[in-house]
């Protein structure tokens, strides 16, 4: 699954870059989400969960949920104990 953010610059950002084209689009592609990659070009360095877990996380679309929802689940969502949380989230699904 490829998951793709486009952003838009803010206008009134100053850019370190005077050439810089006001608007331009910045195109991320997003391969293996949950996971940490670093350098130029990218790589994946490690997943941050387990792949139960994120799919889980997919599945439960917590961005698409209420600022109320969101809030009430934070402690759940948090918890250290991972699997916790993947009980949390298949309870809610």
């Known amino acids: 699954m490829e998951y793709i953010r486009v952003t838009?610059?803010?206008?009134?950002?100053?850019?370190p870059k005077p050439?810089?084209?006001?608007?331009?689009?910045?195109?991320?592609?997003?391969k293996n989400p949950h996971s940490i990659a670093v350098g130029n070009?990218?790589?994946v360095v490690r997943k941050r969960f387990d792949d139960e877990l994120i799919a889980l996380l997919l599945e439960?679309?917590?961005?698409?949920?209420s600022i109320e929802e969101i809030e009430s689940l934070m402690?759940?969502?948090?918890?250290g104990d991972l699997e916790k949380v993947k009980m949390e989230i298949k309870a809610r699904l």
Not at 60 to 65: G, I, L, N
Request: aromatic letters at 14%.
């Open 60 to 65: 439960f679309r917590w961005w698409d949920k």
């Open 8 to 15: 838009r610059p803010d206008p009134n950002e100053a850019f």
């Open 75 to 79: 402690p759940r969502l948090s918890c």
């Open 41 to 43: 070009p990218c790589q």
């Open 19 to 30: 050439n810089l084209p006001r608007l331009c689009f910045i195109k991320n592609v997003v």
